[in-house]
């Protein structure tokens, strides 16, 4: 599986990506550091990568439908956190394996403690 890690998130987080054996592609690696939702949304479909983000717009299943994406990774991240605490709440996802084999068309939402799936 790739992950294709947004911009709103630390570098460091494809690091804790890779770290766990999956692939990870930054979208300021790849020219989509400004892009808008909807471009990195249509790379994510075209490439087969799972979009891990904290942007919540990624989380409106009306306008990115879960079953046509490899998986959407919404991290819940209150505003004043460090990066620290960002890949560490990625690094607590990542290890749950079972929930990683059923990110292909689905939603997670990921919080301290807790994971929401979604079709």
């Known amino acids: ?3 294709l890690v947004d911009a709103d998130l630390p570098r460091s987080a494809a690091d804790v990506v890779r770290r766990h054996g999956y692939n990870a592609v930054d979208v300021r690696d790849i020219g989509l550091r400004h892009a ?4 990195i ?8 990568q799972c979009l891990v983000t ?5 989380a409106d299943i ?3 439908p879960p079953q046509h994406y490899a998986g959407i990774v919404v991290l819940v991240i209150p505003p004043t956190v460090t990066a620290t605490y960002i890949t560490r709440l990625l690094d607590s996802f990542l290890v ?3 929930l ?5 068309r689905k939603l997670a ?7 929401r799936l979604r079709s």
Do not use: C, K, W
């Open 109 to 115: 939402i990921v919080e301290p403690g807790r994971v």
């Open 54 to 58: 904290g942007d919540f717009d990624f």
């Open 100 to 104: 990683i084999a059923q990110l292909p």
């Open 41 to 48: 949304a249509s790379h994510a479909q075209r490439e087969q």
């Open 62 to 64: 009306r306008n990115y």
């Open 36 to 39: 808008d939702d909807s471009t």
């Open 1 to 3: 599986m790739t992950f």
């Open 96 to 98: 749950q394996q079972t």
